[in-house]
């Protein structure tokens, strides 16, 4: 394995630029860029955004699809010391107005056909600059229009005024040898993702730049065993919103030193023919994912011998699908265990200890700390027995970007130390194997994104006709859990279906979110102290699936 040679992210990426100038970086639509030209690219665009106004700390919305430009855009925000703030291209003008004010992000590059979703939200944000991109900009002129001309590029309309810019003038309005002295440090902040909140809004954590080294260099030491460092390809399937498309995506680009294919929008039989054609060994995907390919109906026409590394985590990963997996392949599915809060897995089934132990969700990584506590009491739980994971590690998450409430509810001091709270059950033996046991009640997870209950309650009760809603999880084998809501009405109103909610909730909320069921009650479980009850509807909704 091939060590970091830099605590910083730049210069980590820095040093694989040196070490590897004429290695393919990234396969994107057929095309190849070496790291040599990634790296010119990454300078030229960190010289735009510098003449725009970027510089340290700055937070930059980006609002892109797995593309080139959305990984030029992140190393070149690394170079100027600024904050990528990683925003779902699927996201609305609703959310993005949110994420806009809560980190006062003065810029933003997005897709241009999200621009009218940008375009909704200027007068009520901070935000001063758009920079717009197509996900053909970096190809040949002749692949674009040849798209184009069969309809399958999705263009949208670009609307004058300087607040608006492309990627390309961008990257070329500024020279990279007037960038700033780079002087970054591990501690600092190298980029916000977006989790679900117990309040009903989303919360943003910042990871620094040394966490996020330590886990992408845990996250290549997964797989050397059997895809040594340099020899592999990697084809990203997680988008870079989310913290395994995080680590999968930069881990060739800071660590390794290897190609990386990125296709803008996962489309299995593309990603069957990329798997084929390149012979990528490694990819990690949520478990519904694996389960969607087992079940493609023209898996048989493919060639995917070369994938010798296949991981999973988001969610628990069903035993049947392993099997499946195993007996088709002949080779497992590597689960590991994490969460936004600790910028990824705390625990990956690392290659060289062979087959992971049934129902193991990856061994602790070196480095990470963890205690097992009564949730009520925080006391440590026996050995042996099932607790709530804390969990620390070096350059670790100390709290929420501008959520103190947050915060304090999930992160808490112990001897100095700033630990998570994952407020999920988990055991662990004796060789640091961990085994999820059960999660939080306020988190659903559909296929691989955790969902707070509370931010689709929010966006329910927003409606002028509802009164109260409680949103639950609903145990689904393909997807993990559907999202079903209960609503009660108020007297006055009638006449309001499920659908014109569903439509409400798509308008505010990222399609995952949308619940899939509604459910309209008189009335909702209450505690004493008048808290909705998510459990007793989440246990009647268990007694219908077993009568």
């Not at 628990?316 to 699908?321: F, K």
Request: charged share 25%.
């Amino acid at each position: 394995m091939v060590g970091l040679g830099a605590d910083t992210t730049y210069g980590s990426f820095k040093e694989v630029v040196k070490r590897s100038p004429d290695q393919t970086a990234m396969i994107f639509l057929g095309e190849k860029y070496t790291f040599s030209e990634l790296h010119s690219m990454v300078l030229r665009l960190a010289a735009g955004l510098f003449e725009s106004g970027v510089g340290k700390g700055e937070k930059v919305i980006v609002y892109l699809y797995n593309l080139p430009q959305t990984l030029i855009a992140w190393l070149a925000l690394q170079r100027l010391e600024a904050i990528p703030v990683m925003v779902a291209p699927v996201y609305t003008a609703y959310d993005i107005q949110y994420m806009a004010n809560d980190v006062g992000a003065e810029i933003i590059l997005c897709m241009d056909t999200n621009l009218s979703y940008v375009i909704d939200i200027l007068n009520e944000s901070p935000i001063r600059k758009v920079i717009y991109t197509n996900m053909t900009d970096l190809i040949p002129a002749w692949k674009k229009y040849f798209g184009m001309g069969f309809g399958r590029i999705p263009i949208g309309k670009i609307p004058k005024g300087r607040e608006f810019a492309s990627f390309r003038d961008v990257m070329n309005a500024g020279t990279p040898d007037s960038l700033p002295a780079f002087k970054g440090k591990p501690e600092d902040t190298a980029v916000m993702l977006y989790t679900g909140g117990t309040t009903g809004f989303p919360k943003g954590v910042p990871l620094s730049a040394g966490l996020f080294l330590y886990r992408v260099d845990e996250w290549a030491k997964a797989s050397e065993y059997i895809v040594p460092s340099g020899k592999g390809i990697t084809l990203l399937s997680a988008p870079l919103y989310h913290v395994i498309g995080q680590m999968d995506g930069l881990t060739p680009l800071l660590i390794t030193g290897e190609p990386l294919i990125i296709m803008p929008r996962v489309v299995l039989d593309a990603m069957f023919d990329h798997i084929q054609r390149y012979k990528a060994t490694r990819m990690f995907a949520v478990p519904a994912m694996y389960r969607m390919i087992l079940e493609h109906d023209r898996l048989e026409y493919y060639d995917l011998s070369s994938l010798r590394y296949c991981g999973t985590g988001g969610d628990v990963l069903p035993t049947e699908v392993a099997n499946r997996w195993y007996q088709k392949f002949k080779i497992p599915l590597y689960q590991g265990y994490g969460a936004t809060e600790l910028c990824a897995a705390i625990s990956l089934s690392y290659s060289r200890d062979g087959m992971p132990p049934e129902g193991a969700a990856g061994k602790i990584s070196p480095g990470s700390k963890f205690r097992l506590v009564d949730p009520d009491t925080l006391e440590p739980v026996p050995a042996g027995e099932p607790g709530e994971l804390l969990a620390t590690s070096p350059y670790a998450v100390k709290g929420y970007w501008n959520k103190p409430e947050e915060t304090e509810k999930c992160f808490i001091n112990i001897d100095g130390e700033i630990w998570y709270r994952t407020k999920d059950v988990v055991e662990v033996d004796q060789n640091n194997w961990l085994y999820f046991r059960d999660r939080s009640v306020d988190l659903i997870k559909h296929k691989g994104y955790r969902i707070a209950a509370a931010e689709v309650e929010r966006v329910l009760q927003e409606h002028p006709a509802v009164i109260a809603a409680s949103v639950v999880g609903i145990a689904d084998e393909k997807v993990g859990e559907r999202i079903k809501a209960f609503v009660v009405l108020k007297e006055d109103i009638k006449g309001i279906s499920g659908f014109e909610l569903t439509k409400w909730c798509k308008e505010r909320l990222a399609p995952y979110k949308v619940p899939q069921y509604i459910e309209f009650r008189d009335m909702l479980p209450k505690s004493k102290v008048g808290k909705y009850l998510r459990r007793e509807l989440r246990e009647e909704e268990r007694r219908k699936v077993s009568e």
